[in-house]
């Protein structure tokens, strides 16, 4: 909700008196108030100023001036690990309720957060709803997560949050509040089947969860990863509005905080790019292992997005407003029922040598069919210790370093499938055994298996590798020498194996057919 207006008697006095442009330090020619159900902002010329509203909602308490205080040195402080150049610093307002003056001295009547303004036209929410989201700006988000989550403080094992039995409640909170809204008996079988979900989920993962907190995965987060929240200033994206108000909310394990970019992704329709933003993010953190626990954290996500939506039907407004709020309700709640669907995962290896075309493809059949790509040129670097854009010693291309990175991608295949995700791994598999041994996984774990092969001429991948070392922009720091070896060690598939082969040559959507059939056999 957006009010221009500056003397409006909705407004209480003080906010009315900060509409004068004449009480600002700096060039304002009039003032704009946007009003949310927790503060008012007041842009001002090149800034704005975030008041908080004095409510108490029980998770949420700015109820006296102490608190508001508080809370806005803390949104000063998170906010500040990932936009400096927007949160500015805490200004008290004293003078008078008629005559307030910014940052003097005497009482303090209120405190605002001075910020820096960006255009609004430039939210990636807004962005996204105009279909201009792109490929950078997806990697970019990705990246910027990654990085932050690298660099947050970690809950230790007796911290008082992000322990299962918190995760559980804010889960099932979201049904305390749906329920009473609810009067249609499909909305409602719809909550009981997700919420029947939840308690078996929370029942089977619980120790998962207690695992991962004491694995450091349990961190200050943002807490509100939604497009709402990110905003592209001189091309590069910025994350803001971190939760301040309730510290269960934003200590959380990563992977929750992931969640919630990727149902707003799914929200705005952009499948493919979640699916590429998930990938990216698991390649530059490693934490495969919070697999296990992402579609319980994206159901609870969906679920809050919903339950905000139909909390606003339940305030007065015009009946295209309710009717877009029940649309968005059911938006968000059939993305949470999507996530509580048992679905077959498939593994599938590819098999070619350096410069064959093996990422690319595996990264676009990833983005297309939801699976998770494990590369082996990031997992072998970060198997001992080198960043995947970080040029590495030679010794990692060993034999042995070979070997252990080939039963590395085994684990972690292993491990995604088991959370319920096809992955593709995306590496050279010139030698038999290796394909072998990813052939019984498979069996092992009851899923359908794949070898899709990409046969290259010699000149062909030599031009590829040369053009890639002249960039120098990927993790693979494959060579000539490193393509002669290949070439004198590879293994051909065999009759067997050619069972399982699928031509990298055919189009997309014959490899998705061949993947259905795969799947039905």
Request: with cysteine.
């Amino acid at each position: 909700m957006e009010t221009i207006v500056p003397n409006n008697a909705h407004f209480p006095p003080l906010l009315i008196a900060l509409c004068n442009p004449a009480i600002y330090p700096h060039p304002v020619d009039a003032v704009k108030i946007i009003e949310t159900h927790i503060s008012w902002v007041l842009l001002a010329g090149a800034f704005a100023y975030k008041i908080k509203k004095p409510v108490n909602f029980g998770f949420l308490d700015f109820s006296s001036l102490a608190k508001r205080q508080f809370y806005c040195a803390e949104e000063l402080r998170l906010n500040r690990r990932l936009s400096t150049d927007l949160y500015l610093e805490v200004l008290p307002i004293t003078g008078t309720l008629g005559q307030p003056v910014l940052a003097g001295t005497g009482q303090v009547l209120e405190y605002a957060i001075k910020m820096s303004q960006f255009p609004s036209e430039r939210l990636l929410a807004d962005m996204a709803a105009r279909r201009l989201l792109d490929v950078d700006c997806c990697d970019q988000i990705a990246e910027r997560i990654a990085a932050f989550h690298d660099n947050i403080s970690v809950a230790g094992d007796d911290f008082p949050y992000g322990d299962a039995d918190t995760v559980r409640h804010w889960f099932d909170e979201n049904f305390m509040q749906i329920y009473p809204l609810l009067t249609q008996q499909p909305a409602i079988a719809q909550m009981q089947s997700l919420q029947a979900w939840g308690d078996g989920e929370w029942q089977a993962k619980v120790m998962v969860m207690q695992e991962r907190k004491q694995q450091g995965f349990v961190r200050e987060c943002h807490g509100d990863l939604h497009l709402g929240n990110m905003t592209m200033i001189d091309g590069k994206v910025v994350l803001f509005d971190c939760i301040e108000f309730n510290p269960e909310l934003r200590w959380i394990d990563i992977m929750s905080d992931v969640a919630f970019l990727l149902i707003d992704l799914l929200h705005y329709a952009y499948d493919r790019y979640a699916n590429r933003a998930l990938n990216r993010y698991l390649q530059l953190s490693g934490d495969y292992g919070g697999l296990a626990l992402l579609r319980y954290y994206l159901v609870y996500r969906a679920l809050v997005r919903a339950k905000l939506a139909l909390l606003s039907t339940n305030q007065p407004c015009e009946a295209p407003l309710q009717e877009q709020a029940w649309a968005e309700y059911r938006l968000f709640s059939g993305l949470a029922e999507r996530f509580i669907q048992a679905i077959l995962p498939t593994l599938i290896i590819t098999h070619g040598k350096s410069g064959s075309g093996k990422s690319t493809w595996a990264a676009q059949m990833a983005e297309h069919i939801g699976a998770i790509q494990l590369r082996s040129d990031v997992e072998r670097k970060r198997l001992f210790g080198y960043r995947p854009e970080q040029h590495s010693a030679g010794e990692i291309y060993s034999p042995t370093a070979s070997e252990q990175t080939y039963c590395r991608l085994e684990q972690l295949a292993c491990q995604v499938i088991k959370a319920g995700f096809s992955v593709i791994v995306d590496a050279t598999f010139l030698k038999k055994a290796q394909r072998w041994s990813f052939q019984q996984l498979a069996q092992e774990c009851g899923v359908p298996f794949l070898i899709v092969d990409f046969d290259i001429t010699e000149a062909a991948l030599l031009a590829r590798i040369e053009r890639r070392q002249t960039f120098q922009k990927d993790a693979s720091e494959a060579d000539a020498s490193v393509l002669q070896q290949q070439i004198q060690a590879a293994e051909p598939l065999t009759a067997e194996e050619n069972a399982w082969v699928m031509n990298a040559d055919r189009s997309m959507d014959d490899m998705l057919v061949m993947l259905e059939k795969q799947h039905r056999t």
